[in-house]
């Protein structure tokens, strides 16, 4: 530990203890010996103005406290030891591969600061360059629809300032362009893109929009409609996936033992019930109002799942499994039947 570090870890003692901390003690947690951590504190109390006492009844140091609830006192700057800063990189970088672009302007003087730093803060290990964060921290997104950085940025400010916004929204299923007035509730990270949950006027009622899809974005005057986040809640979380709605059934779904392996240790759903029936596997019952994306998720597990319950649910599956097999056997059949006979003149 070098001084930096020492500085920083001594303050952090301090901050957190409101009873004297003895000089053994210190010595213990900053890995020093009496002379070290007597200069520590001297540094401080002469660079810093730290206001470091010694209480003489009580054998130990501690912050003197400028009033009779608060002690404050705060380290200049920012201070962060070397794998704070690692995992404020690590941070960084995952953000910039879920939102490309989001902060470049404004992060690269502060990742320079850090580059600096970092040098003196990692001993003996000449590898320990921030830069290897890009080639050893990797997110794999799939089928990601990147949200433009401007829409990003203007749709998080009105959520802050609780202020409506004018969207014009493509929805895919209809592919139709609408313009709505909305006042935005919450923005959602699900599934590798960004959702805003918002009150729509247009509508009146809460709906989800995928940031992709809206283009151009305009801050209007009125404040935000203000919805209670248990309504939200309510809402948004009560059935399966992103289909918001009410429950409206349960989906009984029983997994074959090789896949229980997995989803045993699964979270589909906050109010999921889980079963083991005997002879292996796992029953799983989950709320559902809108069974679109329920029955994606059922399907990618192909033979090692099927849906017990409710009927509706389980003839949809078995639809959609006969059109599948349906088209993979007309393919196959016109695959054949276009397949060039074999030259046999040689």
Not at 123 to 151: C, F, M, T, Y
Not at 232 to 256: K, M, N, Q, S
Not at 272 to 301: H, N, S, T, W
Request: net charge neutral; hydrophobic share 35%; with cysteine.
């Amino acid at each position: 530990m070098d001084r930096f570090e020492r500085i920083l870890t001594l303050h952090r003692i301090l901050t957190d203890r409101r009873t004297p901390v003895s000089r053994r003690e210190l010595e213990d947690q900053l890995g020093s010996n009496r002379s070290t951590v007597k200069r520590t504190i001297d540094d401080m109390r002469t660079h810093l103005n730290a206001p470091i006492v010694y209480r003489r009844d009580s054998n130990g140091y501690v912050y003197e406290k400028t009033d009779s609830h608060h002690i404050w006192f705060e380290l200049p700057g920012l201070w962060f030891n070397s794998d704070e800063l690692f995992a404020l990189l690590t941070s960084h970088t995952l953000l910039s591969r879920i939102q490309p672009g989001l902060l470049d302007t404004y992060i690269q003087p502060f990742l320079a600061r850090i580059e600096e730093q970092l040098p003196r803060l990692v001993h003996g290990n000449d590898k320990a360059d921030w830069r290897q964060i890009n080639d050893r921290v990797r997110i794999l997104q799939q089928a990601a629809r990147p949200a433009p950085v401007e829409s990003f940025q203007q749709i998080v400010g009105a959520l802050i300032r609780r202020q409506r916004l004018k969207i014009l929204y493509h929805g895919r299923e209809r592919d139709k362009h609408t313009e709505r007035v909305v006042s935005p509730q919450r923005l959602i990270y699900y599934r590798d893109n960004w959702y805003l949950d918002a009150w729509c006027h247009l509508r009146e009622g809460l709906r989800s929009f995928a940031l992709d899809r809206i283009h151009p974005v305009k801050y209007e005057v009125q404040a935000a409609q203000e919805i209670p986040a248990a309504d939200l809640d309510a809402h948004y979380t009560a059935a399966y996936g992103i289909f918001a709605g009410p429950v409206t059934a349960e989906a009984h779904l029983r997994f074959t033992p090789h896949a229980a392996k997995w989803v045993a240790d699964e979270h589909w759903h906050p109010e999921q019930r889980m079963e083991f029936p005997d002879g292996g596997g796992v029953d799983l019952f989950i709320p559902y109002g809108d069974a679109r994306e329920l029955i994606r998720d059922i399907l990618k597990y192909g033979p090692d799942v099927e849906a017990l319950a409710p009927k509706n649910l389980r003839e949809s599956i078995q639809t959609i499994l006969r059109d599948a097999l349906s088209r993979y056997s007309e393919n196959a059949k016109q695959d054949t039947g276009e397949r060039a006979e074999p030259d046999r003149s040689r």
